[in-house]
């Protein structure tokens, strides 16, 4: 649970889903990903560190530069999840109370 609490955390602002979006079409380095967004060089690499701290990019260094891709794996795992939340299959036990809380039952 705190795992998807730390993803939508890290989605919940939107340079950083700016930045995700732009990840979608393949491997970016900052140089890439700062093109057109109006936010410094240090700006966008605080939202990178958001993003892979909460294990939805992978980073990989190649000499001085590095360059930011989407972790499909954990996209995957939480795009499952909501399909969970969607189709009601969650393991979980609800327990309605026995009175009509708001009478709109």
């Known amino acids: 649970m705190?795992?998807?609490v730390e993803i939508c955390?890290?989605?919940s602002d939107e340079n950083r889903i700016t930045i995700f979006k732009r990840?979608?079409?393949g491997e970016?380095?900052?140089c890439d990903i700062l093109e057109n967004l109006n936010l410094s060089q240090p700006t966008v690499s605080h939202h990178l560190k958001v993003l892979y701290q909460a294990d939805l990019i992978?980073?990989?260094?190649?000499?001085?530069?590095k360059y930011y891709s989407i972790n499909n794996e954990k996209v995957i795992e939480t795009k499952q999840f909501f399909e969970?939340?969607?189709?009601?299959s969650l393991d979980?036990?609800?327990k309605h109370c026995?009175?009509?809380?708001?009478g709109t039952r």
């Open 58 to 65: 992978h980073v990989e260094k190649r000499g001085k530069w």
């Open 98 to 102: 026995d009175s009509d809380c708001d």
């Open 84 to 88: 969970m939340i969607l189709n009601r």
């Open 23 to 25: 990840l979608a079409y």
């Open 92 to 94: 979980i036990e609800i």
């Open 9 to 11: 955390k890290a989605l």
């Open 2 to 4: 705190k795992e998807l």
């Open 28 to 30: 970016l380095c900052v």
